[in-house]
């Protein structure tokens, strides 16, 4: 069983080794202190992870998927409290050879159970091909995510690639026709939301502009807060209703990696 309350952090890495080098696990164990972590593009093999990027934040079990391609995608779920149950992959051969996914399984009593999800969804911006991968993706994902919404709650945790609505980045009209605000992109997002049920969190708590978590590294968009939206905390309504008020924290005061770290608490 996993108690609550819970924090809960998601952070997109670019590198666990490269986080770690800019101090991440101190931030992690001194500042944010969070019961889960989700991190996404690992960029790293088994043979990489040392004793240090295995316990990232002082958390004492984990688990991983790591990309058959060696300095690509590769996701991470630390946990404080041991879970029922691990699923490295979600049962698609393409993606899951690209390391996009890692799920903790918690039983509930009365015989529910919560399943918490680090997911790296694929980024169409490099071609064509990749884009109608992108799409392959959120066709099978989806699928996915109603039969995990069936069998019990959800949390799933990571960088979704996309920015829903006009609100969730800085320069909406010139980004129309790019790859992670394209139409057929929000208008899935609108149907996980609207028709699966699931709860975007973060914009439950907080409806103001201007709160992104990745910018570019061209120009100053960091610097001058042009960035997207694109890293999520989707839960099933039960959960999402647990999320504590004006605790979504997005934080920007270091620079672990082209995004920034996510944080919610569950009460």
Not at 42 to 66: E, H, I, V
Not at 169 to 185: I, M, V, Y
Request: charged fraction near 25%; hydrophobic fraction near 40%.
């Amino acid at each position: 069983m996993l108690p609550f309350p819970l924090r809960v952090t998601s952070l997109n890495l670019n590198g666990v080794r490269s986080a770690a080098g800019k101090g991440v696990d101190e931030w992690l164990r001194e500042h944010a202190r969070p019961d889960v972590l989700c991190v996404q593009e690992l960029k790293a093999l088994d043979a990489d992870m040392t004793p240090a990027l295995r316990t990232l934040g002082g958390l004492p079990g984990a688990a991983f998927q790591y990309a058959q391609k060696a300095g690509y995608s590769g996701v991470g779920l630390y946990w404080k409290h041991e879970p029922d149950e691990v699923r490295i992959g979600f049962g698609h051969d393409e993606f899951d050879a690209e390391g996009r996914y890692v799920e903790a399984i918690y039983k509930q009593p009365g015989g529910g159970r919560l399943s918490i999800v680090s997911a790296y969804f694929p980024s169409g911006s490099s071609s064509e091909e990749r884009q109608d991968a992108k799409f392959r993706f959120l066709a099978d994902f989806y699928e996915h995510l109603c039969a995990l919404k069936s069998a019990g709650d959800v949390l799933l945790c990571g960088d979704i690639n996309i920015a829903h609505k006009e609100i969730d980045l800085k320069n909406w009209k010139g980004n129309l026709k790019n790859s992670g605000f394209l139409p057929e992109e929000r208008a899935w997002m609108t149907r996980l939301l609207e028709e699966a049920g699931y709860v975007d969190v973060f914009r439950q708590l907080d409806p103001a502009p201007d709160r992104y978590t990745w910018w570019s590294n061209r120009g100053q968009a960091r610097a001058k807060n042009v960035g997207w939206r694109i890293d999520y905390h989707l839960a099933t309504p039960a959960i999402a209703a647990q999320a504590k008020p004006r605790s979504a924290w997005i934080y920007t005061e270091q620079r672990f990696s082209d995004h920034a770290p996510l944080t919610i608490d569950y009460a």
